[in-house]
Nanobody, 112 residues
C-alpha cells in the first residue's frame, strides 16, 4: 500500500524559508513521478512543482526563482525548498505520487 506523508510546514515571516519533505513509502516505486500542489484559502489547488521522468520542474510562475524541488531516491523522499516566502504562499501543501496517492497536506503560513 503506497503512502505519501508530508512534513515541514509551519509559521514563518515574510522572507523566511522552509523545506517541506514528502516521504513515499509502502511500495517499490521511485520518486520519479511526484508532485507538489498547494491550496490557499478560497482558491483551487494549484500545481507548484513536479518530478517528471527524472526532470525536476517548477510549474508555478509565482514561485519560480524562489522554490526548488529535489529528491533523495535512497530515502524515497521529495523536498520542496521554499525561499523568500511571501504571504501569498500561505496554503496547505500537498505531495502526491503519480497524481493517484495524496498526502494529508502540511500547512504553510507566511505572516508577520
Amino acid at each position: 500500500q503506497v503512502q505519501v506523508v508530508e512534513s515541514g510546514g509551519g509559521l514563518v515571516q515574510p522572507g523566511g524559508s522552509l523545506r517541506l519533505s514528502c516521504v513515499l513509502s509502502g511500495s517499490i516505486f521511485s520518486i520519479r513521478a511526484m508532485a507538489w500542489y498547494r491550496q490557499a484559502p478560497g482558491k483551487q489547488r494549484e500545481l507548484v512543482a513536479m518530478i517528471n521522468s527524472g526532470d525536476y520542474l517548477i510549474l508555478g510562475d509565482s514561485v519560480k526563482g524562489r522554490f526548488t524541488i529535489s529528491g533523495d531516491n535512497t530515502k524515497n523522499t521529495v523536498y520542496l525548498q521554499m525561499n523568500n516566502l511571501k504571504p501569498e504562499d500561505t496554503a496547505v501543501y500537498y505531495c502526491n505520487f503519480r497524481n493517484i496517492v495524496w498526502g494529508q497536506g502540511t500547512q504553510v503560513t507566511v505572516s508577520s
